[in-house]
């Protein structure tokens, strides 16, 4: 093989191995949106809150002014939790909570079909609170030395 050939060969391998580069590299970027997208319309509150967006009506932060009654009960619920000394007080939070956020789903599902976005709104906020509470949760669990596995919103 000549000089030439050499090159054209070289070029050759360098355009094959650039195509397989690039098809790999958007490959993994598809994957990337792929995976993306199934988090996010695999959790309720995550696909809540990107239907609002989709729709027009995105949920910022501190946007919505939740009730007094509502906050207070937040606080005493978090107040609860970091005082837990026992298994049977926090799987009885746990419980309530859980029981909470699968009624707020149902809610959210059908104001969405109703088309009450601001409803729906509302709920996705008030969600937000309960799944801090069922993250703080999670940690009460781990401190006892045992895994919280049941949650509505996996």
């Known amino acids: 093989m000549g000089g030439i050939d050499v090159m054209l060969h ?3 391998e360098y355009r ?3 195509s397989t580069m690039k098809e ?3 490959s993994q ?3 990337a949106i792929v995976n993306k997208a199934y988090q996010t319309l695999q959790k309720p509150l995550n696909r809540g809150l990107y239907l609002l967006k989709l729709l027009g009506y995105p949920l910022e932060e501190d946007e919505i002014d939740m009730e007094e009654g509502f906050l207070t009960e937040i606080m005493e619920i978090n107040e609860q ?3 837990i000394t026992d298994l049977s007080e926090i799987e009885a939070i746990a419980h309530q ?3 909470i956020l699968q009624e707020m789903v149902t809610s959210v599902q059908l ?3 109703e088309n009450r976005l601001e409803d729906a709104r509302i709920m996705l906020a008030k969600m937000i609170y309960y799944t801090n ?3 703080k949760i999670k940690d009460a669990f781990l401190a006892l030395g045992k895994v919280y596995r049941h949650t509505v919103l996996d």
């Open 10 to 12: 070289m070029v050759q």
């Open 24 to 26: 790999k590299l958007y």
């Open 111 to 113: 104001a969405f079909r």
């Open 97 to 99: 909570n859980s029981h």
């Open 29 to 31: 970027g598809q994957s």
């Open 81 to 83: 939790i970091s005082e």
């Open 16 to 18: 094959q191995l650039f």
């Open 133 to 135: 509470i069922e993250d």
